[in-house]
T-cell receptor, first 106, second 114 residues
Framework: TQLLEQSPQFLSIQEGENLTVYCNSS?????LQWYRQEPGEGPVLLVT?????EVKKLKRLTFQFGDARKDSSLHITAAQPGDTGLYLC??????FGAGTTVTVRA | DTGVSQNPRHKITKRGQNVTFRCDPI?????LYWYRQTLGQGPEFLTY????????KSRLLSDRFSAERPKGSFSTLEIQRTEQGDSAMYLC????????????FGSGTRLTVV
């Protein structure tokens, strides 16, 4: 059973479009992390969010931690083919969600 | 430092055979984690070490699985009497401390049991 629920499971968009993926739970977390994973490789840490309501930006990626620290979102502006990958959220000694597979078409 | 290294990258074995994977973490990282990932799923926690001590094991880690980190540096994960259901990517990660400092993953070992 996944402690973290991610949605949508799959997302396919055209280059230049925006996208948002979500990570939800009924539990409160002291911190939450987002990773991106490419096929055949391990996940790569993108960001850690700690404070409820926190917003962090990493170039075209914006991460938000919910006020109650139970949910988070990742927004990508003007997506590029290089953003293609499996986006995973994780918390509590790395309990992972099932991930959102993002495909950005050129 | 070249990051977290895992060997082998791929392993094909016959059902019933034993396999052993190795993980070399980042040298200054005192925590080391093992995960299993199947297609379409996120990684599932198996076990973790702080230095040489194995502090937590998941219920997924049946008695056929054993992990060691004898000198607090590299770690091995052994699976005895492999089953087809063991086919998965086995990932290792290391960290210098808590989640706030970030986790670094290796590229994984892909196990196929035939």
């Amino acid at each position: 059973t996944q402690l973290l629920e991610q949605s949508p499971q799959f997302l396919s968009i055209q280059e230049g479009e925006n996208l948002t993926v979500y990570c939800n739970s009924s539990s409160v977390f002291s911190s939450l992390q987002w990773y991106r994973q490419e096929p055949g490789e391990g996940p790569v840490l993108l960001v850690t969010v700690v404070t409820g309501g926190e917003v962090k930006k990493l170039k075209r990626l914006t991460f938000q931690f919910g006020d109650a620290r139970k949910d988070s979102s990742l927004h990508i502006t003007a997506a590029q083919p290089g953003d293609t990958g499996l986006y995973l959220c994780a918390a509590n000694k790395l309990s992972f969600g099932a991930g959102t597979t993002v495909t950005v078409r050129a | 430092d070249t990051g977290v290294s895992q060997n082998p990258r791929h392993k094909i074995t016959k059902r019933g055979q034993n396999v052993t994977f190795r993980c070399d973490p980042i040298s200054e990282h005192n925590r080391l984690y093992w995960y299993r990932q199947t297609l379409g799923q996120g990684p599932e926690f198996l076990t973790y070490f702080q230095n040489e001590a194995q502090l937590e094991k998941s219920r997924l880690l049946s008695d056929r699985f054993s992990a060691e980190r004898p000198k607090g540096s590299f770690s091995t994960l052994e699976i005895q009497r492999t089953e087809q259901g063991d086919s998965a990517m086995y990932l290792c990660a290391s960290s210098e401390g808590t989640a706030l400092r970030g986790y670094t993953f290796g590229s994984g070992t892909r196990l196929t049991v035939v």
